[in-house]
């Protein structure tokens, strides 16, 4: 079966860290694009960040720009989303997404909650 699994979210307190994992079964990452997208309650899915299949270009979205940080490590097929600094607007459900010119997957996400 050909999926994408997200791991590592969770409750942390405003300032702490995350560190979110996409992980592919059934078909390799490395020529794929990937990107991370979050949605909040009564918001619209917007992108996060995302990073090409070397993983020589990445980007991020404004309000995460210089406290998250996405990498790939194709040997272990997976895809990795480190949150930093985190404030109670990230709070959302994070997916992630991979794009190959006609093949695009999608995780069934992860929700992330920060909260004091």
């Known amino acids: 079966q050909l999926q994408l699994v997200e791991s590592g979210g969770g409750l942390v307190q405003p300032g702490g860290s995350l560190r979110l994992s996409c992980e592919a079964s059934?078909?390799?990452?490395?020529?794929?694009?990937i990107g991370w997208f979050r949605q909040a309650p009564g918001k619209e899915r917007e992108g996060v960040s995302c990073i090409s299949s070397s993983g020589a270009s990445t980007f991020y979205a404004d309000s995460v720009k210089g406290r998250f940080t996405i990498f790939r490590d194709n040997a272990k097929n997976t895809v990795y989303l480190q949150m930093n600094s985190l404030k109670p607007e990230d709070t959302a459900v994070y997916y992630c997404?991979?794009?190959?010119?006609?093949?695009?997957?999608w995780g069934q996400g992860t929700q992330v909650t920060v909260s004091s």
């Open positions: 997404n991979a794009v190959y010119q006609s093949y695009n997957y």
């Open positions: 059934g078909f390799t990452l490395d020529s794929y694009g």
